[in-house]
């Protein structure tokens, strides 16, 4: 969702932030702006549409000259997308720009008005300004502070005060922000890719922390002013890793970062041959105890735990279910004290799957994290984190992170059917063999490119395309349904393979591409008979199977092959081609690919 970047060092800090902001884009974003202190005033830019709306007019109007400015890329809530409504917002001597949501801003809005505040936009984060403003007095620590007793609702904060020239103030509630520490500059940011060209080096800012920026110094107190020593935390990859590298798309170079992604994210739980497991607050003994799992997530990360109740159930014989977190968070769910909640998140700052977190904590329900983004709110609240290790995932539609999100599942499955003595140690060994091997398999799903892109060529006009599967590719199947409409936006839907026929298979007509995912073998011969019912009502049938499948060439026009003996890991290597499918049709679309209409990388509103 919105993203906020500030700078205040000896250079020039307009390049900055925009290419800040810039590296921020995939969090979705419909307009931009920048304040920045410029002699002894702060002069605010800001333009709705894409950032280089931005740059053209700070290009065409006074060029920006200063060493200390925030910018922000915003995602439209309150409000619609406007020159106007763009942050920053100024009221008084305070500037902001925020990500999240002020609750009662209304109430708030209404107080100041009666103390002659007039406001300008419909957005909730004008009156954060306008609060800061009404309640400082000389001390803007204090100002923050009595502010944050009056603010409901979510917020990453960056503040300039007009009479405090070349200092940043920031402060975060339950929206994700970071500190950069760099050499005589200093920054703020919604996320480490905005700041990684200039410091592998920050803070992550915690509930309620204030922090204070100079160029030689950042200092962090808490809401009763006392210091905070924040430890320095240093990125593990580097620039490159949020660069193209040569691709068109950041999709396509995530896809093909799948093999590596995978190999890393498993590499680091084994010792040797021997899966090394261990996860904090997760001992054997407690694994032991569990009567039943939750896995709560949302979107794709919610079909990764599908995949994963499917292989926990298979594996380790114990009950699983899946919810959508939104769902979980109000239905009251009934969760007890011997079960554990696995909540799934690439960001690790989804609002509803942060919620359901706090609400299973809140019952004392134990909670592991399965996240990607170190150091993120999930990862820092749950119980127990397993990281997915899969690097910045910069597309707004999720592909390795799905993997890895997988996989994790993958190795909490093998360990939990070996502690629950459903497997003895030899077929553990065996499995973990299997998986070990799956990044090569990976590497050799993605050879058809070539035969997807023909593909994408034959299908690039269809009005609506379904994909079935049963089992594990069920999962599949949605999750392919999924990146084919959010990125082509070609209307699909997803079912279980014997499903169809209970009222959707009349949707099938002459030509209607009908996607069938068939990877294992119990079922093969099962979604064989669903694919004679489409194909018998005029489908154009694909079908996507091990490469040692028997093939029916009068029931199938395409035959997508995926390497064979994949056991139950079929579903890391039949995604790829899918997610191909769904990238090269909107490319040949003219989509925007990285980043489709309406979407937010990071959804941090509920
Ligand atoms: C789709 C996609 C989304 C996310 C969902 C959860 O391609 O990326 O469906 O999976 O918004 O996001 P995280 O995993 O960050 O919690």
Sequence with gaps: MCGIVGYVGKSNCVECILDGLSRLEYRGYDSAGIAIFNENNISIMKKCGKLNNLKEYIEKNSPLNGTCGIGHTRW??????????????????????????????????????????????????????ALLDFLYDKDPVQAIIEASK???????????????PDKIYAIRKNSPLIIGVGKSENFIASDVPAIIKHTKKYMLLDQGEIAI??????????????????????????????EKNGFSHFMLKEIFEQ????????????????????????????????????????????????????????LAKIPVEVEIASEFRYKNPIISKEDLIVIISQSGETADSLAALRLAREKNILTLAVVNVVGSSIAREADSVLYTHAGPEISVASTKAFTVQMVALYLLAIKLANVFEKISDNECYKLCEKLRDIPNKIEKTLETDDQILKLSNIFQNSKDVFFIGRGVDYCISLEASLKLKELSYIHSEAYAAGE??????????????VIAIATQDDLYAKTISNLKEVK????????????????????????????????????????????????????????????????????TVE
């Design 213 to 242: 920026l100079t160029k030689d110094s950042v200092k962090v107190v808490d809401l009763q002013k006392n210091k905070i020593q924040k430890k320095i935390q240093t990125v593990d990859w580097d620039v490159e890793s949020a």
């Design 76 to 129: 439209a809530t309150h409000g619609k997308p406007s020159d106007l409504n763009s942050h920053p917002h100024s009221q008084g001597r305070v500037t902001i720009v925020h990500n999240g949501i002020i609750e009662n801003y209304l109430q708030i809005k209404q107080f100041l008005a009666e103390k002659n505040y007039i406001f300008k936009t419909e957005t909730d984060s004008e009156i954060v300004a």
């Design 150 to 164: 009056k603010l409901e609702g979510s917020y990453s904060l960056g503040i300039l005060f007009e009479d405090q």
């Design 259 to 314: 093999p590596k992604a995978a190999k890393r994210c498993m590499g680091l739980h084994f010792d040797g041959d021997r899966l090394e497991l261990k996860i904090k607050n997760l001992s054997d003994k407690k694994l032991k105890s569990l009567k039943k799992i939750h896995i709560v997530a949302c979107g794709t990360a919610m079909h990764a735990g599908m995949v994963g109740k499917y292989i926990i159930e298979k």
């Design 500 to 513: 169809l026929k209970h009222g959707t298979i009349s949707l099938i007509e002459e030509n209607t591409p």
């Design 536 to 603: 018998a009502r005029g489908a154009k049938v694909v079908l996507i199977c091990n490469e040692n499948s028997p093939i029916d060439k009068s029931l199938t026009d395409l035959v997508v092959k995926i390497p064979s003996n994949m056991d139950i890991f079929t579903p890391l290597c039949s995604i790829v081609p899918l997610q191909l499918f769904a990238y090269h049709t909107a490319v040949l679309r003219g989509c925007d690919v990285d980043r489709p209409r309406n979407l937010a990388k990071s959804v």
